[in-house]
């Protein structure tokens, strides 16, 4: 435990660097009277539970001044948080600016898929170029993984920051079509640019 790096491990979490240390592990397995009454524990416990119900209540009540509110609350749907980039949400299919996808159906995303939830039928054009015929993702089966993102040698299929609208009751509402899944590719840039850098071969 000793040789655990917490700043390298943990840069950015906001949580001071005294709490992430690894503490002592007691080795006697032998609870003394007290501990085995666990009265110390629970009340302990009840009053950690008690500071932050009544802090949280009053962030509600009385907010700092010029700030909206002291807890973090989205109120959605009329709030929406700004997803980072590194969010995996629903796969798209990147759209060229001529209107045309990038996949050329080559069949990579899947047979990745450890979920089988990619259906391809490919064609060629008469230049002999491949195409999706019919791509089908059904995200009732997706585990958001971004197999078939990190799979993909052209950059055809990304994992957006769409997450609304994978909630239905029917699951036959959940296999989308290739027409549904383009997005141009300007709307998935900074995705784009993510996983290049992620994906890059010096990386492995």
């Known amino acids: 435990m000793a040789d655990i790096n917490i700043i390298h491990n943990y840069p950015k979490m906001g949580i001071p660097m005294g709490k992430l ?6 080795k006697n397995i032998e609870l003394t009277l007290w501990e085995r009454l666990y009265i110390f524990e629970i009340i302990r416990g009840m009053h950690i539970t008690t500071i932050h119900f009544f802090l949280n209540l009053l962030g509600f009540i009385f907010p700092p001044k010029g700030k909206k509110r002291r807890i973090m609350t989205v109120y959605y749907p009329e709030e929406k948080l ?3 980039v590194a969010y995996r949400g629903r796969p798209v299919l990147v759209m060229r600016e001529n209107g045309t996808e990038k996949c050329v159906a080559c069949g990579l995303c899947e047979k990745i898929c450890p979920a089988s939830a990619i259906t391809i039928i490919a064609e060629e054009k008469e230049n002999g170029e491949r195409f999706p015929a019919a791509y089908t993702l059904d995200m009732a089966r997706c585990v958001y993984c971004g197999y078939c993102e990190e799979v993909c040698p052209k950059e055809a299929i990304v994992m957006s920051a769409e997450y609304e609208g994978l909630a239905r009751r029917n699951r036959q509402n959940l296999r989308f079509s290739k027409d549904k899944l383009l997005r141009p590719e300007k709307s998935v840039k900074d995705r784009i640019e993510y996983i290049r850098g992620i994906y890059a ?4």
């Open 21 to 26: 240390k690894p503490k002592r592990v007691r």
């Open 82 to 84: 700004t997803l980072p």
């Open 201 to 204: 071969k010096c990386n492995y």
